[in-house]
């Protein structure tokens, strides 16, 4: 993978860098969500698992269309909308002193993020060159996880994991983001606004209908729900789990270490995985991604010493690393280039699997207790391997279509 940095736009770095401090902002508090409302709002880990859930069921539903919209009336409104709304949103949780305005205001946060996501990711394909696509996708990634290395370290020490402070100060970033990018938008006033008049014309049913139809971005799409069904159950199911287990004390601090440890090895093994993985079919990284996120379900609910967990992180963040770095990459190159944004917006429809896990696990937890881990994780674990088909049949797809282009 050549390095472009010359050619990335400076809009790309806006993005890049928002996305450093709003990660680290964010992760002082959303991961340690589920445990402040057990701790401290005295919620069940159904109730908690709810309030998680509910984040990714909106955006579940309003991620294909956040994504299709910035198709027609352009991406500077939606990223405004969804980065002012992030404002509001964190302004509130910091507000917020009983369970059901949790429950409101995550729901109003998995709207921003469904708005927010697809479209810049379709911004970034917009104005990058093909050849430094992956690059920048993978800068972005990169500065998703050197955020959430920061983010956690930094709330325990100001002890925002206790304290509405780690919204506030969320809110405060994402008003400077925002400016930031008003101030970017007004600069490179040729970038950001409404697609073409073919697009518009394209209603919403219609998107819908030319995404569905695609085989090859179905299979892809089921195959990570799954994927992220398994990856979701670290900041959810295995949060709770770290605070009720039987078997480990201060649960919530090895939580936080776990986090960090989590984005420290996304740093060092990212850019060398992704090299290595380009060499093959795009489908197979996720399929190894997929059962390594599975075995590290294993080693949590087999093992109860902090070494064995810190093992499973290693090994669970390997796998993330295979499912995740390259799925931009292979979902602009499978859109059409006037629904990039609609693709996008289509694939957030994977989030179905971040709805899934802390609802299962927080069943799980609730009907078999937290001293049943060997029993809740292999089921998870499970769960997380019937993507693998799915990912299969994707393989099949894309080599059966560049078998027909090469003849």
């Given at each position: 993978?050549?390095?472009?940095l ?9 993005i ?7 990660r ?14 057990i701790?401290?709002?005295?919620a ?8 998680v ?7 579940v539903?309003?991620s294909f269309?956040g994504g ?5 009336i352009?991406?500077?409104a939606?990223?405004f ?12 949780f910091a507000?917020?002193?009983r ?11 998995g ?5 927010f996501?697809?479209?810049?990711r ?9 050849e430094?696509k992956l ?5 972005r ?5 050197i955020?959430v ?6 709330g ?5 994991t206790?304290s509405g ?6 809110g ?12 970017q ?9 409404a697609k073409s008049s ?20 179905m299979?892809?799409?089921?195959g990570?729900i ?7 159950h670290?900041?959810s ?8 287990s ?8 090895w ?6 440890l ?5 740093l ?8 290595f ?20 379900m ?5 093992f109860?010493?902090?070494w064995?967990?810190?093992?499973g992180?290693?090994i669970f ?14 979902v602009d190159r ?12 289509m694939?957030?429809f994977n989030?179905?699997?971040n709805?899934?896990?802390p ?11 937290a ?6 994780f ?8 019937c993507?693998?088909?799915f ?8 080599q059966?279509t560049i ?5």
């Amino acid at each position: 993978m050549k390095l472009h940095l010359k050619q990335i736009h400076p809009l790309c770095w806006t993005i890049i860098a928002g996305t450093i401090f709003g990660r680290m902002a964010t992760s002082m508090s959303i991961p340690f969500l589920s445990i402040y409302l057990i701790r401290f709002l005295h919620a069940t880990p159904a109730e908690a698992g709810m309030v998680v859930a509910v984040s990714s069921l909106i955006g579940v539903f309003a991620s294909f269309y956040g994504g299709y919209i910035s198709d027609v009336i352009g991406r500077k409104a939606v990223l405004f909308i969804s980065v002012f709304g992030w404002v509001l949103v964190f302004f509130g949780f910091a507000a917020a002193d009983r369970i059901w305005l949790f429950f409101i205001m995550n729901a109003l946060n998995g709207l921003c993020r469904a708005m927010f996501e697809p479209t810049s990711r379709a911004l970034l394909a917009d104005i990058t060159s093909r050849e430094s696509k992956l690059l920048v996708f993978n800068l972005r990634y990169a500065a998703i996880n050197i955020g959430v290395v920061i983010g956690p370290l930094l709330g325990m020490w100001l002890g925002t994991t206790q304290s509405g402070l780690g919204f506030l100060i969320a809110g405060i970033v994402y008003l400077s983001y925002g400016v930031v990018l008003v101030v970017q938008f007004f600069v490179h006033r040729e970038i950001g606004g409404a697609k073409s008049s073919g697009s518009e014309r394209l209603t919403l049913s219609e998107a819908f209908r030319v995404t569905g139809k695609d085989r090859t971005f179905m299979y892809v799409l089921i195959g990570m729900i799954f994927c992220v069904l398994g990856y979701g159950h670290f900041d959810s199911t295995l949060a709770q789990y770290m605070e009720m287990s039987p078997y480990v004390t201060d649960g919530a601090k090895w939580f936080g270490y776990m986090i960090s440890l989590n984005a420290v090895v996304v740093l060092i093994v990212q850019f060398p995985i992704v090299r290595f993985a380009s060499r093959f079919s795009p489908a197979l990284p996720l399929i190894t991604g997929n059962l390594l996120v599975a075995i590290s379900m294993l080693v949590f609910g087999s093992f109860h010493q902090i070494w064995s967990f810190m093992l499973g992180v290693i090994i669970f963040t390997v796998g993330e690393v295979l499912m995740f770095t390259m799925t931009d990459v292979l979902v602009d190159r499978i859109a059409k280039p006037d629904l990039r944004g609609t693709y996008f917006g289509m694939f957030g429809f994977n989030n179905l699997g971040n709805v899934m896990a802390p609802l299962l696990g927080g069943l799980l937890l609730n009907s078999l207790g937290a001293a049943s881990a060997t029993l809740i994780f292999a089921i998870l674990a499970l769960t997380t391997v019937c993507g693998i088909p799915f990912l299969l049949g994707a393989h099949r797809q894309l080599q059966r279509t560049i078998g027909d282009t090469e003849a």
